[in-house]
């Protein structure tokens, strides 16, 4: 039997530079599938308040630093969305939630 994908995103982050909390990023519960080879299929997105996308990877392993073209973001909330391929399915699952970044 092959388990379903599962993932975790947690709500609030601060990037603040104190070394604790730095990155804003999915953790995958399952990221293998049946053969033992990584997923390759997944895209992880950020957007502000006004859809503007300020963040993107397709790299399970990076995540949000707080930044957008390479300054701090305000302390807001953020709209994220994660995509990936199901194990032994040929469908995508889309997940979706807010993060607020704090202090």
């Keep these: ?27 995958a519960i399952l990221i293998f599938n049946q053969t033992g080879n990584p997923i390759l299929d997944y895209k992880f997105e950020i957007y502000n308040r006004w859809g503007e996308q300020i963040f ?21 909330t953020y709209v994220w969305k994660v995509r990936y391929k199901r194990f032994h399915k040929d469908l995508w699952n889309e997940e979706y939630g807010t993060v607020t970044v704090v202090e």
Excluded: L, Y
């Design 56 to 76: 993107v990877s397709t790299d399970v392993t990076k995540g949000w630093d707080g930044t957008f073209k390479g300054q701090p973001v305000q302390i807001d």
């Design 1 to 27: 039997m092959i388990s379903e994908a599962k993932v975790f995103v947690p709500n609030a982050f601060t990037p603040n530079k104190d070394g604790k909390n730095e990155v804003f990023i999915p953790r």
